[in-house]
């Protein structure tokens, strides 16, 4: 702490004493309920929630029944799990009911609070939607607390992977919905993917309550949500390039940005490429994806590693998450890197690729009029979770005070030392029958040390991403006596560790990071693992000289100084000037991290409010009973863009009637009326008039309810869908190369911003006229099938009249 802001606090108190002292009158209000509340039958306290909804409908707010209906889900807790909530865990639920984070150290009952603010907000029939990282969570606690839910009247739905549209409807359609981030973001997107009103499941979004809210929203946010499909282009060129670029050298024909995971050709690797293909120009016209997927090849070779950050798993490149340790299912790089990876690793190499839909979580999560969170680490991120998120940060403190004992970092010059250092004193501890977990930063790692406990003899576990089905059974068995767990440092994340008996007298559980992580949450995190709920425990990271954190941040002057001293490489340092130096290392990764999260979401939200729009636009078109509107919208807008606005006897009308002519042509096949136009008072209102009297001709081949569902809206949302799937691409490209306009003294943002815009405008433009070529032409049959009155229309949109 600063002398400044100790003087502050000095003089203006403790900035948390003074929040949680704003909770403590409601928090006296529940607990003088509670006796009242208890004397309920079960019939009487599961019909409060009748009572609740009545009086919300008469005008009251959450905010005047809070106090109550606290009371009566800590009381019914009570009966159907036997959990009583805390003081502090009411106070975590009117945290999250204001919108706000609730930071809560691991063991507090994150779950059981989430309870509290779930059901006040969903007594407005809105819907909440609780949000986990994983499947098994969101499956445990729709499961676990939603027999508190449904005790009190109120329906549970579950979302998870490979459900039914109908299912997932269902879910939805809940009080309250458990589900995971993805899937959440996922769906989302596939509605905006539906070609008819029934095909939508996500049909609202309120209040989300976000578990573990810093690995959503800040971890993720750098890795935007993609539904995409695939694109026929050969993947034969993916295997001859990553042979070639199997020669080139680092530094002699490319160079490396490993920070920015950036890589870039040398003029000699330049000519060696040529050479090698037999080409006399690699950046030929028409020849331009041989050096993108060069450069691809030469990152997936040198840039990303196997077992750290993917995996080989059935002949199959699976991702690991950096963060977790997860493998992400379904998940692919994108821009061909994912096939430039399974070329070298000699694996089946898929299609590439192309957008139908993507969101990044920062912009999905904004839509929610209503948001909250909660996690054990947030305070780091505070100021990004304000500026992008506007959502506050609480800490709330815990039911019993923490016990554990977070030691000085350990450093050592060589990694191996370190990892022999770390082994001793595993075995020290399980010789003592203290449980030890240790938290590492890679798959790598965790088998690196597994194969030296397993030359010591000592029984352990690994887990890791190749075992992540089995990750929840593991880490709950973690704390027992004798116990070692080797995990990355996210695993297992929202799965308690409970201490086994007399393990509390042998020091509670050892953590040991292997290694520092770039962001000081996910150290905090694996070492909140130990001390839960006040039990003792012990933390400690060893560090070594050759950790990349360690090399990208000073491990030179440390090494100097160690040699100086003449110290031998298996003594280490331990100082906390040293720890303090590591975290500020932190503090600037975790800075320029924060910068990247932030330029994309800047030029994110350029596409975000296309995105809106266009979203907006398919919503109504799905549900609009008559497209009479719209159609009418895209002929006068095509007009407007058609015809000179000039006076008809200028002679620059005269200049454009030849183009005017031949363009409205092509989109209305009416040559009359083309011709004629031109002779009438108000030409565009008279063509307009004629062109929708023209339209009603065309729907008068079918009833008119079925012309707009069979053909019309089907016309209009794929016309839309493939445009603005273009559109996607063309934005994409326009990114990858907008930097460049900064050698320019301009603004690459703004830039983006106004070519982006002008790209949204003809996409729009190409839209209406290809809908309207379509509408006028589209060739209408009806077959009838056997059996008396049976009506089958059956419209070949491909065929033109």
Same mark, same amino acid.
């Given at each position: ?59 009251? /707010? ?14 019914? /807790? ?136 810093? /690995? ?10 993609? *539904?995409? @499909? ?10 001859? !390039? ?69 995996? %080989? ?23 061909? !890197? ?8 000699? %694996?089946?190499?898929? #299609? ?20 909250? @969170? ?140 292997? #290694? ?27 560090? /070594? ?60 939200? %350029?596409?975000?409010?296309?995105? #809106?729009? *266009? ?33 008809? $006897? ?20 009416? +040559? ?32 008119? $309810? ?41 603004? +690459? ?12 405008? #003809? ?39």
């Amino acid at each position: 702490m600063s002398f400044l802001t100790s003087v502050l606090s000095f003089v203006l108190g403790d900035p948390l004493t003074r929040t949680l002292k704003t909770y403590r009158p409601l928090v006296d209000r529940i607990n003088a309920l509670e006796p009242a509340i208890a004397t309920l039958t079960d019939e009487e306290l599961q019909h409060k929630t009748i009572d609740f909804k009545a009086q919300l409908a008469q005008g009251q /707010s959450l905010d005047a029944i809070l106090p109550e209906a606290f009371a009566v889900v800590r009381d019914a /807790s009570k009966r159907v799990l036997g959990l009583r909530h805390f003081d502090v865990q009411l106070i975590g639920g009117m945290v999250l009911h204001q919108g706000k984070i609730a930071e809560m150290k691991t063991g507090e009952g994150k779950t059981l609070v989430s309870t509290l603010a779930t059901y006040l907000n969903a007594l407005e029939g809105k819907g909440v939607y609780v949000v986990t990282v994983n499947d098994y969570l969101a499956r445990r606690d729709s499961e676990w607390m939603g027999q508190l839910f449904r005790f009190l009247g109120l329906s549970v739905g579950l979302i998870q992977a490979d459900m039914s549209p109908a299912t997932r409807r269902m879910a939805y359609d809940a009080d309250v919905t458990y589900g995971t981030n993805n899937e959440f973001g996922f769906d989302y997107l596939r509605d905006h993917l539906a070609l008819s009103a029934d095909e939508l499941t996500q049909t609202r979004r309120h209040f989300a309550v976000v578990d573990e809210v810093d /690995s959503i929203l800040i971890d993720e946010a750098r890795t935007p949500l993609i *539904i995409s @499909g695939a694109i026929s282009q050969s993947t034969d060129q993916y295997r001859v !390039l990553a042979d070639v670029t199997q020669s080139l050298l680092d530094g002699e024909h490319f160079t490396l940005d490993r920070k920015t995971r950036h890589a870039s050709l040398t003029e000699l690797g330049i000519s060696a490429v040529e050479s090698a293909l037999g080409i006399p120009h690699l950046y030929a016209p028409g020849k331009m994806d041989i050096p993108h997927i060069v450069l691809q090849c030469i990152k997936a070779r040198h840039l990303y590693a196997r077992d750290t950050d993917y995996v %080989v798993k059935d002949g199959e490149v699976m991702i690991v998450d950096e963060f977790t340790g997860r493998l992400m299912e379904g998940r692919r790089y994108s821009d061909g !890197l994912h096939q430039a990876i399974e070329a070298i690793e000699q %694996v089946p190499i898929r #299609e590439e690729s192309q957008t139908l839909a993507s969101i990044t979580f920062q912009n999905y999560f904004r839509l929610f009029p209503k948001l909250a @969170g909660m996690t054990g680490t947030a305070l780091t991120e505070a100021s990004e979770f304000s500026t992008i998120y506007r959502l506050d940060v609480v800490p709330i403190p815990t039911h019993h005070p923490v016990q554990r004992q977070d030691q000085p970092d350990l450093v050592f010059k060589t990694r191996q030392e370190k990892y022999k250092a770390i082994v001793n004193e595993v075995v020290a501890a399980h010789d003592a029958g203290q449980p030890v977990l240790v938290g590492t930063i890679s798959i790598q790692q965790s088998e690196a040390l597994s194969a030296l406990l397993t030359q010591r003899k000592v029984p352990h576990q690994v887990l890791n991403a190749k075992f992540h089905d089995i990750e929840a059974d593991i880490i709950a068995q973690a704390g027992q006596s004798h116990a070692v767990t080797i995990a990355t440092n996210m695993a297992g994340r929202g799965t308690d560790i409970k201490l086994g008996e007399g393990v509390r007298e042998r020091g509670g559980l050892l953590v040991i990071g292997s #290694e520092r992580h770039e962001s000081r949450r996910i150290d905090h995190q694996l070492r909140g693992r130990s001390g839960r709920q006040g039990d003792p425990g012990r933390s400690r990271f060893f560090v /070594s000289l050759e950790d990349d954190l360690m090399r990208l941040f000073g491990s030179e002057r440390i090494a100097n100084v160690m040699t100086r001293l003449g110290m031998p490489d298996d003594t280490p340092i331990e100082h906390g000037l040293v720890t303090r130096s590591i975290e500020r290392a932190q503090v600037k990764v975790e800075r320029y991290h924060f910068g990247i999260r932030k330029q994309i979401l800047q030029y994110d939200d %350029v596409l975000n409010r296309q995105r #809106e729009a *266009i979203y907006q636009r398919r919503d109504r078109l799905l549900t609009a009973p008559s497209l009479d509107e719209d159609v009418a919208d895209m002929i006068r807008s095509v007009l407007t863009d058609t015809l000179p606005a000039d006076d008809p $006897q200028s002679p620059a009308f005269l200049s454009r009637w030849d183009e005017a002519i031949t363009t409205l042509g092509v989109m209305f096949p009416f +040559p009359d009326l083309i011709t004629t136009w031109r002779q009438a008072p108000q030409p565009l209102e008279s063509l307009h008039h004629d062109l929708m009297q023209a339209y009603q001709t065309q729907k008068s081949k079918l009833p008119p $309810q079925v012309f707009d569902d069979l053909a019309a809206r089907r016309v209009i949302l794929s016309t839309l869908d493939r445009q603005w799937i273009d559109h996607l691409h063309h934005m994409e490209s326009l990114r990858e190369g907008i930097g460049l306009r900064a050698l320019g003294q301009k603004d +690459p943002l703004i830039e983006y911003k106004i070519e982006g815009f002008s790209y949204y405008q #003809e996409m729009l433009k190409a839209c209406h006229a290809e809908t309207l070529q379509v509408l006028f032409r589209i060739d209408i049959t009806i077959e009838q099938p056997k059996g008396p009155d049976v009506f089958n229309p059956f419209i070949d949109v491909s065929r033109l009249s």
